[in-house]
C-alpha cells in the first residue's frame, strides 16, 4: 500500500503535470472504482485542478468550484502517466483521467478490487474522508505522545492506526520500529520517556529521509515503480537477510494478510517472537485486514 512517502511522490511528479490543467474527460473502466453519486461525474469534467494534496493515504485533486476528487490506492493501487488519450490496459486498468499535456491511468494488479475514487463537493464532504489522524511530520514530541498513549495499543497498531497517524503503514512502520529499537509488540501505555523519544525521533528520519530519498530518485520522472519493498530498507521486506547494524537475520512474525519483519538482536534483547504470540496479543487490538483497519470509523474517543 502507498504510504506517506510513496503519496507525496505521486504528489510531487503530478503537480507541474496537472495543476493549472483542465480535466477534459475521465474514463471509468472498472464500474467498482467509483464509489460516490453526488456531485455526478459529469460535474468534475471541464474543471480545473487548482492543487493536489494528500489525506492519510489518500491523493486529493482540488477542482475549480469547490470540487474535490479522492482516490485511495489501497493495497495494489498504482498511478501510470501515459501520452495523451493513452488506452486503459486491459487486466489491471481501472481508470483514466484525461489532461491535454497526458493521460493519469489507475491501474490495480489484484483480483480483489479495492481502489476506491470520489467526488464531492465543499470541505465539509471533504473532512468526511479524513480519518482522524495526525501528521507524523507536522506535530512536536508532546502530541505525538499524547496521540500514541491515548489508547492503550501494540506500538506496531499504533502506528499505522490512520485514526492516530496519517499515512503509516506496513512497510514503513517496521523501519521505524528497526531505526528506534524497539519490538513491534510492546503496548503504547508501558513506554517509557527515553524510548518515546526515539520513537519520536525515528518516525520523523524515517519518513522524512525517504520522502527526499524517492523524489532524489526519481527526478522529473513519473515514478513507474511505487513498492512496499526496496533494497535500501533495514527491516520490512528483509526475512532472513542480515540486519544492516547487527548482522543477525531479520526475523519475521504473520498475523491474518500482514508481515512484520525486525531485528531480534537490535529490537526485542534477542528474543523471538512467535507468531502464536502475536495473534494472543492482538486479538482485540488488530484487525484482520488491512482493508479492515483503512475503513473503519472515526477516531476512537
Not at 172 to 198: F, N, V
Not at 200 to 229: C, H, I, M, S
Not at 275 to 281: G, H, V
Amino acid at each position: 500500500m502507498p504510504e506517506l512517502p510513496d503519496i507525496e511522490l505521486y504528489l510531487s511528479a503530478l503537480r507541474p503535470r496537472v495543476v493549472g490543467q483542465v480535466l477534459k474527460e475521465v474514463r471509468l473502466a472498472s464500474p467498482f472504482l467509483l464509489r460516490s453519486v453526488d456531485p455526478p461525474l459529469e460535474e468534475v469534467v471541464g474543471k480545473r485542478v487548482i492543487d493536489l494534496n494528500r489525506l492519510g493515504k489518500r491523493l486529493v485533486f482540488v477542482l475549480e468550484e469547490d470540487l474535490f476528487i479522492v482516490l485511495h490506492l489501497m493495497i495494489a493501487g498504482r498511478l501510470r502517466w501515459k501520452a495523451v488519450q493513452a488506452k486503459i490496459p486491459g487486466r489491471v486498468g481501472l481508470a483514466a483521467f484525461d489532461f491535454s499535456g497526458g493521460t493519469l491511468i489507475v491501474t490495480e494488479a489484484s483480483k480483489k478490487k479495492r481502489a476506491a475514487l470520489y467526488f464531492c463537493r465543499g470541505a465539509e464532504a471533504l473532512d468526511a474522508h479524513d480519518s482522524g489522524g495526525i501528521e507524523p511530520l507536522e506535530i512536536d514530541f508532546k502530541a505525538f505522545c499524547n496521540a500514541l498513549t491515548e489508547h492503550n495499543h501494540t506500538v506496531k497498531r499504533g502506528l499505522t492506526d490512520p485514526r492516530i497517524f496519517s499515512g503509516i503503514g506496513n512497510a514503513y512502520s517496521d523501519e521505524i520500529l528497526h531505526r528506534a529499537k524497539l519490538s513491534p509488540l510492546i503496548w503504547t501505555q508501558r513506554l517509557g520517556e527515553e524510548q518515546l523519544r526515539r520513537l519520536y525521533d525515528a518516525t520523523r528520519e524515517v519518513l522524512q529521509q525517504w520522502v527526499t530519498r524517492l523524489q532524489e530518485q526519481n527526478g522529473e520522472e513519473f515514478p513507474e515503480k511505487v513498492t512496499a519493498f526496496r533494497p535500501e530498507m533495514a527491516a520490512h521486506g528483509k526475512y532472513g537477510e542480515p540486519c544492516p547494524v547487527c548482522g543477525d537475520p531479520i526475523q519475521r512474525i504473520v498475523f491474518a494478510d500482514r508481515e512484520t519483519n525486525y531485528c531480534a538482536t537490535c529490537q526485542t534483547g534477542g528474543k523471538l517472537l512467535a507468531d502464536r504470540s502475536l495473534s494472543r496479543l492482538l486479538k482485540g487490538d488488530w484487525p484482520r485486514s488491512l482493508e479492515e483497519l483503512e475503513s473503519q470509523g472515526p477516531k476512537p474517543l
